[in-house]
């Protein structure tokens, strides 16, 4: 069964810790992406990359960076913490040119 | 710019009543049309999607949806829900990059509650 899988369900961290946020595909798809949750606001675009060491800013990505080192890896980074980060974060991935997204189940992030 | 408004934040309904979730969205060029469905402690999956040809598109489970051009609108219907439906809604645009990727640009969210 193909997945996304996401290395944490729920996360708590403190005010100023640097998180990493992880997320693994086995459908060596080219394209992942990193949204975050909120009531009333639906996904929001942060990051995504569509290659290897590529990335692209999404919507809202001031705060987060990103790393793919490898194809099957793309890793959200919090540089700082802070409370107004706290929200469910989901990761994707797709093939290149597919509309088709596959999506993680998500890891809940409280900034306390 | 793209945007997706979903009209209603929550739809309650009682088992086997029909089901309308409503969507508007905003785009000046050709847009690629979805309904992503979110399960309690789960990710999203994908329900339906309208790219080209007939403008009613189904899902296996009974939802359809049909592609407005003129109005702008992708509703979600379906004629009975059953308790298992209750999840949040997501509808969502899309168009296509030069770069071989297509962003996802999703509405709020309806979160659908079923009744005995």
């Known amino acids: 069964d193909v997945k996304v899988t996401q290395s944490s369900r729920y996360l708590v961290k403190r005010t100023g810790e640097k998180v990493f946020l992880e997320c693994v595909q086995d459908?060596?798809?080219?394209?992942m992406f990193w949204y975050r949750q909120d009531p009333g606001l639906g996904l929001r675009l942060i990051y995504f990359s569509y290659d290897v060491k590529m990335k692209e800013k999404g919507d809202i990505p001031e705060g987060y960076s990103v790393s793919r080192e490898k194809k099957e890896r793309f890793s959200l980074i919090l540089e700082s913490a802070s409370t107004n980060q706290t929200s469910m974060y989901l990761c994707?991935?797709?093939?290149?040119?597919?509309?088709?997204?596959?999506f993680g189940s998500g890891t809940r992030l409280t900034v306390v | 710019a793209q945007s997706v408004t979903q009209l209603d934040s929550q739809v309650p309904v009682f088992e086997e009543a029909p089901v309308e979730l409503r969507c508007n969205y905003s785009?000046?060029?050709?847009?690629?049309l979805f309904w992503y469905v979110q399960y309690p402690n789960q990710g999203l999956q994908l329900l339906l999607k309208y790219l080209s040809g007939s403008t009613l598109v189904e899902s296996i489970n009974g939802f359809e949806a049909e592609f407005n051009k003129s109005q702008t609108s992708f509703h979600l219907r379906k004629p009975s829900v059953h308790i298992s439906d209750t999840a949040e809604y997501f509808c969502?645009?899309?168009?296509?990059?030069?770069?071989?990727?297509?962003?996802?640009?999703f509405g709020a969210g309806t979160r659908l509650a079923v009744h005995p």
């Open positions: 994707a991935s797709s093939f290149r040119d597919s509309y088709g997204y596959t």
């Open positions: 969502a645009v899309s168009r296509s990059h030069s770069g071989g990727y297509n962003k996802l640009i």
């Open positions: 459908m060596d798809h080219e394209n």
């Open positions: 785009s000046s060029v050709s847009v690629y």
